[in-house]
């Protein structure tokens, strides 16, 4: 099928250039307490990548997220989600997990932008004091390397910081997916107890021709080819479909027709899993930096909600959860 020739000719390239490692990195130590928790939420919950609404990121300047509007936000989320995770410790973002205890959430995994940032690094640590147990990961930078802001050796001297300071807490690596499946990914995929990739089918050639269960099946797909890389468990961070623009084949119904195939063709499990991203629109990303130069306007219609909170078709696809 389409998905699975387009994966299968990435990997030929990438082994015949000597690319694909022939034995799984694995991590040296012994699996933190926090990845139990994230387990437990991948096989009987849910996760969804969260940025608040309220947050604004333009050139470079925040308008950060207050409590009261975090919680506005994670209020729409709890019936459909008890994991968490977020990009950022900084401008508001810092605060989601105290908001989230207070919820009934599960777990969230934290976000570090700037894995540089003395202040963001010092944020999760924090979080993690105030609420333990519920902060049972930290993703350590996103797209850092794709970005070209950083490369793997940073990366996993940011994860070995972060792990000295906070032993518990599940240490995650994030870029996408093609980026990890090189050699030079290696430290960091030694060094990380959870791996959460960034696996987007839409921007295959062959997407928007495509039915919706190819979508699907390449997400699945790419997760089984990580998999022969990295032995430790795979939480898909960042997959799904925009709502616009149609023109570019991006519709609400599109999106909803998605999840309902990855929902019947990726069954979680403690090993591998997927997230739904994202929670909310983010209208301000059309004019936020990107790693791919040009426009990007489907960078603000990514969201299961509206900027406003409202829900989209897709949020008819997935079942309340039992709390």
Known sequence: MIARAVVVVLLSGLMHAGVVLAQPACPAHAPPAGLTRIAEVMTTGRFVAYQPTALHMVNGRATPADAASIAEDLKV?????????????????????????????RAVIMGVWEIASAAERAAVV?????????VAGVSVGNEV???????????AAAMRDLRAAMP????????????????????????ADLLLPIVHPVFEPWYKAAPDANAAEFV????????????????VKETGVPTAPAELGFTPARQAAFYRELQRQFSPSAAKAF????????????????PVPGDHPEEAHWGLF???????????VIAPLRR
């Open 77 to 105: 989320l709890r019936p459909y989600f008890d994991g968490l995770i977020t990009y950022g410790a900084h401008s508001g973002g810092e605060r989601v997990a105290d908001v989230a205890a207070t919820l009934g959430f």
């Open 126 to 134: 924090a979080a993690a004091k105030r609420a333990p147990g519920l």
């Open 145 to 155: 390397v794709y970005g070209r802001r950083g490369t793997f050796a940073d990366v």
């Open 168 to 191: 518990d807490v599940a240490i995650a690596a994030t870029e996408p997916f093609h980026v990890l499946l090189g050699p030079d990914a290696r430290p960091a995929l030694e060094a």
């Open 220 to 235: 699945v797909n790419v997760t089984a080819e990580l998999a022969r890389v990295y032995c430790g468990p795979i939480l």
């Open 275 to 290: 997230a739904y991203f994202s929670a909310f629109d983010a209208p301000w990303r059309v004019n936020d930096s990107h």
């Open 306 to 316: 509206d900027a406003d909170r409202k829900p989209k078709p897709v949020a008819g």
